[in-house]
């Protein structure tokens, strides 16, 4: 077995890759997919593998594909191949669990190549479907809050390993908040001390959280919808459904590199606030408030003040941080989206649960059900 890995970094070298090893899956019309900060993407047919749509080939390589600079283990790809061949079992097993997205289908693991086969779960994510009036956005918010608690309250005692390259990169905006709440340009008024105070506090205990297996990067650009020109028979839409996008096989999760033991709290804020900024800036359509009401509601009294505020932590480091790298709006609003996140930010990490409970945002945490 070779120690260097293939590169496989353009169409081209893949499918020279794959016509040696893999010639008898007669694996064709490669085309690089754009987007993935992390891996490279390709889209291809396979009448072996699928007769009847396209197929996922994802590459990883031991850097971050658009920043080289910055060393990313190749390990990330076991722990997503693991995933996709235990997750659908567990969740299956889920009581009451009959409506939920799916997980891709693993075809193979090629370990010595870096390189995951799967199904193609559709060529749009949530992320881009939001705006789409034909897509139910409050009925995917509730599917995937009942999905997320399923797979929390199924995954308490499996092992799948320490994920110390996930764990490092998930707390990523713990380490950086500080230096970014300093800059005057947002307004936060203690902003470094507060910074460093969540990373010591709360970004810490990443390494060490064990309470249930967490996607480790849940947000609505990792959910894919499966677009009419990639369905099968089985996948078509039956009577009284009122879109393409109502049927439970059409949502598949992706992108389980950063799967690990930890605290589903962090899962459930870091879709609730990519949820929020959709929400804000994309046309208000509820799918944090859905989301987060699923969710409370299937887990029930497991929601306890801490879990409230390991919540709330979260997004408030994830408003405080994320919206300064990723543009939603022009600088003043995303300001005022910064500040929100450092206000809910201090109050969770100060214990103020009747703020919590009062708050527009995340109160159903501890408060009354949200009227959506």
Same mark, same amino acid.
């Given at each position: 077995m070779s120690s260097t890995p293939p590169d496989l970094t353009t169409a081209s070298l893949l499918q020279y890759y794959l016509s040696t090893h893999f010639p008898s899956l007669d694996i064709h019309s490669i085309e690089a997919l754009p987007g993935g900060s992390a891996n490279y993407i390709y889209r291809a047919q396979s009448p072996v593998l699928s007769p009847s749509a396209s197929i996922i080939l994802k590459h990883a390589t031991s850097y971050v594909k658009v920043n080289p600079s910055i060393p990313f283990s190749v390990l990330r790809m076991t722990f997503e191949a693991d995933a996709y061949r235990n997750i659908p079992q567990l969740l299956s097993q889920a009581k009451g669990e009959t409506e939920t997205p799916v997980v891709p289908t693993?075809?193979?693991?090629?370990?010595?190549?870096?390189?995951?086969?799967?199904?193609?779960?559709?060529?749009?994510?949530?992320?881009e479907a939001y705006a789409?009036?034909?897509? %139910?956005?409050?009925?995917?918010?509730?599917?995937?809050?009942?999905?997320?608690?399923? =797979?929390?309250?199924?995954?308490?005692?499996? %092992?799948?390993?320490?994920?110390?390259?996930?764990?490092?990169?998930?707390?990523?905006?713990?380490?950086?908040?500080?230096?970014?709440?300093?800059?005057?340009?947002?307004?936060?008024?203690?902003?470094?001390?507060?910074?460093?105070?969540?990373?010591?506090?709360?970004?810490?205990?990443?390494?060490?959280?064990?309470?249930?297996?967490?996607?480790?990067?849940?947000?609505?650009?990792n959910i894919l919808l499966r677009d009419q020109a990639n369905k099968t028979a089985e996948s078509t839409p039956t009577e009284g459904e009122t879109n393409a996008f109502n049927n439970p096989t059409d949502l598949t999760v992706v992108d389980w590199e950063m799967?690990?033991?930890?605290?589903?709290?962090?899962?459930?804020?870091?879709?609730?606030?990519?949820?929020?900024? =959709?929400?804000?800036?994309?046309?208000?359509?509820?799918?944090?408030?859905?989301?987060?009401?699923?969710?409370?509601?299937?887990?029930?009294?497991?929601?306890?003040?801490?879990?409230?505020?390991r919540v709330a932590v979260h997004f408030g480091v994830?408003?405080?941080?994320?919206?300064?790298?990723?543009k939603w709006a022009e600088k003043g609003e995303t300001a005022e989206v910064v500040r929100l996140g450092a206000a809910t930010l201090e109050r969770a990490m100060d214990g103020d649960e009747e703020w919590l409970r009062e708050s527009s945002v995340l109160g159903r945490l501890l408060g009354s059900k949200i009227v959506i």
């Open positions: 693993l075809f193979f693991f090629d370990a010595e190549a870096n390189l995951l086969c799967i199904s193609d779960g559709g060529s749009k994510d949530l992320k789409d009036p034909e897509v %139910d956005i409050p009925g995917i918010g509730k599917r995937l809050g009942r999905w997320l608690a399923a =797979l929390h309250s199924a995954t308490k005692d499996v %092992d799948i390993g320490d994920n110390v390259a996930g764990k490092t990169i998930y707390r990523h905006a713990y380490n950086r908040l500080a230096g970014t709440l300093e800059s005057p340009e947002w307004g936060v008024e203690g902003g470094k001390e507060l910074g460093k105070r969540a990373n010591a506090e709360f970004g810490a205990l990443l390494a060490t959280d064990s309470e249930c297996v967490c996607h480790g990067d849940f947000f609505p650009a799967a690990r033991r930890g605290n589903g709290a962090t899962d459930l804020a870091q879709f609730c606030a990519e949820s929020f900024l =959709l929400d804000r800036f994309r046309g208000g359509r509820g799918l944090m408030d859905a989301f987060l009401n699923a969710y409370i509601d299937a887990v029930g009294s497991r929601v306890d003040a801490r879990f409230a505020q994830h408003l405080g941080f994320w919206p300064t790298r990723v």
